[in-house]
């Protein structure tokens, strides 16, 4: 089909050979068995998948925005396949959701058409993009807790979250190994490049102790041998940590961690200011037009 611009083959709504949104694009879990375990809650275990899920959709949208920003072309390339990285774990993780409470509901469905009240990602991944100091320091905290948390996921009783866990596990890695020798590297490095370092790290680190606290829903199917409990990977982050800071010559932030609103932080869908704007530009076109094609 042949349009006169590209308009008319955005808002076309015949064209089953779509991208971005309302794709066509093959199911991610397609040929995969994605039946409940017994003796397990489906609508739990989709709420767990929008957690992890979230964070991966809502870091990565972060990443995009660096592209063309960062600071030689060998990391505008790796910043951009990091990013892509999580986009793919956050594809797998909401389609499981989908599958896992019955309502069959698509990838595009989670991302594009929910309120912010009810994405579940911890408010670490959606912060400010700030500078590169403080792109490395989120990059260096958020890729080792989800580093541990998906090792431990590779033995989940639920296979569907047990594999996708096991192929993330060879990604985040590589996330870790990055963001570790880019925070030497800037920490070691000049008096500025150390400054701007340190002031990443102070910025981020109030929302760092949110990571291990685990939602009431991590606890019921961590008992149930579904999910990881965040809290029992916080000895293993901080010595990761506490090894990057050593060979860094960089301070471990001493601050309180930020306070949530009622209780709730962003396991509960309470975020920053900075998550609204987020969602208006992840959003925006799927919303103004709704079932388009590309």
Known sequence: MSFDNAYEALIDAHDDSRWAFGTG?????????TSVPSGVDGVELAQYCLMLGDDALVFSHRLQQWCTRAPELEDEVAIANIGL???GQARLLLARAGKADGSDRGEDDYAFFRAEHEFRNVRLAELERGDFGQLIAVLLVFSTWRLALFQRLRDSADPVLAAIAD????ELTYHRDYAAQWAVRLGDGTAFSRE???AGLDEIWPFVDELFV???IESRLTAAGVAADPATVCAEVDEVLAQVFTAGTLNRPQVSGKAGVD????RGG????AMGYLLAELQSVARAHPEATW
């Open 25 to 33: 694009f093959e199911d991610p879990l397609a040929g995969v068995d």
């Open 85 to 87: 990285d999580l986009l």
């Open 167 to 170: 192929k993330g596990v060879k």
């Open 196 to 198: 701007r370092m340190q």
């Open 214 to 216: 685990p939602h009431e």
């Open 263 to 266: 209780g709730q932080t962003g």
């Open 270 to 273: 309470r975020h920053t200011e």
